[in-house]
């Protein structure tokens, strides 16, 4: 009898275990979407888009760490800013992707992220990055690349 209730309850265990891991995976995806970028088309090409999303950044006071032209993309930092106690540090990191669009001219993306580090003496490398969903930002940079398309 045992032997019985042991495969009954294995068969009736694994029977949903395909299931269960699916919707597990539907439901932690739709509840962390992950970042949203903040997307805006000119009527330019990717070159030309490039040049003035490379000005507008570092009008706003980042210093580029990477991508570029033939890449499609801009990855900047801010400058670093202690708080008052002098125990930790802000800092924002911005990423511009650039993409053709299908009708002509080319799709502009950018996400802000807030870095923090709350106490040094925690130790080094105990940053918290958090996707900025709300920032006047956003709307700095779009106007700032527009800026830089009616100067050329």
């Known amino acids: 009898m045992k032997t019985f209730f042991a495969i009954v309850f294995a068969s009736l265990a ?17 509840k962390f979407p992950g ?25 706003l006071g980042f210093r580029i760490v990477g991508g570029g032209a033939a890449q499609g993309r801009i ?6 800013s202690a708080n ?5 540090a802000r800092q924002l990191s911005m990423k511009v992707k650039l993409s053709p669009v299908a009708a002509g ?10 870095q923090v580090q709350d106490d040094f ?4 490398g105990q940053v918290i990055e958090t996707p900025l969903r709300e920032s006047a930002l956003y709307e700095v940079f779009f ?5 830089a398309l009616a100067a050329k």
């Open 14 to 30: 694994l029977a949903g275990c395909d299931s269960v891991g699916t919707d597990f995976k539907t439901s932690v995806s739709e």
């Open 35 to 59: 970042p949203i970028y903040r997307t805006k088309v000119v009527t330019v090409d990717g070159r030309a888009s490039y040049g003035a999303a490379k000005q507008a950044v570092e009008k």
């Open 75 to 80: 990855e900047a930092l801010s400058s670093l």
């Open 84 to 88: 008052d106690s002098l125990q930790g």
């Open 105 to 114: 001219g080319t799709e502009v993306a950018v996400l802000l992220t807030e």
């Open 121 to 124: 003496s925690k130790g080094a």
């Open 143 to 147: 106007r700032s690349v527009e800026q």
